[in-house]
């Protein structure tokens, strides 16, 4: 385990570091970004989620890279072997930054669901600090336990999933698809502009949690994040597909949260009623592990900046931030909006696609890392050499001692011979 791994307390696999990935874009994309895709590009807002897949795999492109580069180093680590430690703290400042009004979007779409779908009349600090706590203690649990639950909450999800896919089948009209392309690709192209923002820009997580993975899985990563972003992209369009079929464009873009608008339209006879409370429940369990997991990066990221030997410090002080921001930085509907469309997506993309870039290309200029990737085998090495110097010293040491044996029985039978002739 490195020093990195210690202080964030466990590391994890690549598959739990791939189901973090889905649940971390499903948590609030799933049940919000349809509806933010469907204002803009209507009934072919399944075209653009098609297209987005190829975003997916842009957006992790420089981040795996140097991972690759910089094998059980976080972000603050190399960014300052890059660049220096001055602009290197500078540019981590900046991330810091971005993963704080990360943290507190995140609590305010779980606090506005929840007010407003299922407890309308609990005050919304209630509703932020009951989360709160419950993240408070995942995240002091530590990466291993919070990927354990990943794979716990990744099959109840699309189990979930699939059963209101079934359930919805006798509601679904394909006339809802229709005009195809109606106002040309324009607004279908268009629509991948709050896309890039939420979720994709918010990929940049993964620069600190890279650095969790065992060093003896490190090169099954990328295959791993592919995958990931494969079950993103198909998750994606099913929900848009399933949205459109079944509530159609106009109802979709007036709700929202639609996709538990359209779990109420379940009802077989009087037998199964009221599933929607199901699908909030699956959906905030989603919402808890990207909470985690952004509150992890958080903390993690000040304590690593700060020089702390251990994140858990922070995360009381840190909670007493996010809270009260979460409760102010959206000012009612109209300002969500210009946040969401405006504000998010730029600001998003210079951190989430442009900066990785930026501090990938200084790498490879500067030649830092191990551009191969050797240093993924390399952590493995020493172990091995170690091991095999030992063992091969521990064989000569065998070998030679019979020799040194054989030696001095020799020298002895050689002075008895010359004492009985003398």
């Known amino acids: 385990m490195t020093q990195n791994q210690q202080m964030m307390n466990g590391s994890i696999t690549t598959g739990q570091m791939g189901k973090l990935h889905i649940m971390f874009t499903l948590g609030s994309a799933a049940l919000i970004l349809p509806t933010m895709v469907t204002v803009i590009a209507k009934q072919d807002s399944w075209i653009t989620m098609i ?28 960014t300052q072997q890059i660049l220096g430690r001055a602009a ?8 810091l930054f971005f993963f704080l009004v990360l943290t507190a979007a995140v609590f305010r779409n779980m606090g506005d669901f929840v007010g407003t779908s299922v407890l309308p009349e609990t005050p919304r600090w209630f509703i932020h600090i009951a989360f709160m706590l419950i993240v408070m203690y995942g995240v002091a649990l530590g990466i291993e336990v919070m990927g354990r639950s990943s794979e716990i909450l990744f099959v109840w999800v699309f189990l ?5 896919f079934a359930l919805l089948t006798n509601k679904m009209q394909v006339s809802n698809l229709l005009p195809v392309l109606a106002d ?3 607004p279908t192209i268009k629509g991948l502009y709050p896309i890039t923002g939420f979720p994709l820009a918010e990929y940049v997580y993964v620069m600190m949690l890279f650095s969790c993975v065992r060093s003896e899985d490190l090169g099954k990563l990328k295959r791993a994040m592919w995958m990931s972003s494969v079950v993103i992209g198909i998750s994606g369009l099913s929900i848009a597909l399933l949205l459109l079929l079944v509530l159609g464009a106009d109802l979709t873009l007036r709700s929202p949260f639609a996709v538990y608008d359209m779990a109420k339209e379940i009802q077989i006879g009087e037998v199964l009623e009221r599933v929607e409370i199901t699908v909030a429940m699956i959906w905030i ?10 509150f992890y990066v958080l903390c993690l990221t000040t304590a690593q900046l700060l020089r702390f030997s251990t994140y858990r410090p922070l995360i009381l002080p840190l909670a007493f931030i996010i809270v009260p921001l979460s409760l102010v930085i959206y000012r009612n509907t109209a300002h969500t909006n210009l ?14 696609l ?3 870039m930026l501090l990938l290309a200084a790498a490879v200029f500067r030649k830092q890392g191990t551009p191969s990737g050797k240093g993924m085998k390399d952590t493995q090495q020493p172990e091995q050499e170690r091991g095999g110097t030992s063992s091969e010293a521990n064989s000569e040491q065998r070998v030679t001692a019979p020799e040194q044996r054989n030696g001095s029985e020799r020298k002895e039978s050689m002075s008895t011979v010359q004492v009985e002739k003398s």
């Open 339 to 352: 946040f969401a469309f405006a504000i998010w997506p730029v600001f998003g993309c210079v951190l989430g």
């Open 160 to 164: 979930v999933f699939g059963a209101v």
């Open 51 to 78: 297209m987005a897949v190829g975003l997916n795999f842009m957006f992790l492109y420089a981040p795996l890279e140097l991972a690759k580069r910089f094998p059980g180093q976080s972000l603050v680590s190399y």
């Open 285 to 294: 369990s989603t919402v808890f592990t990207k909470a985690m997991i952004c």
């Open 88 to 95: 290197g703290m500078v540019y981590t400042v900046l991330y």
């Open 354 to 356: 442009l900066m990785p």
């Open 184 to 186: 040309g690709w324009i």
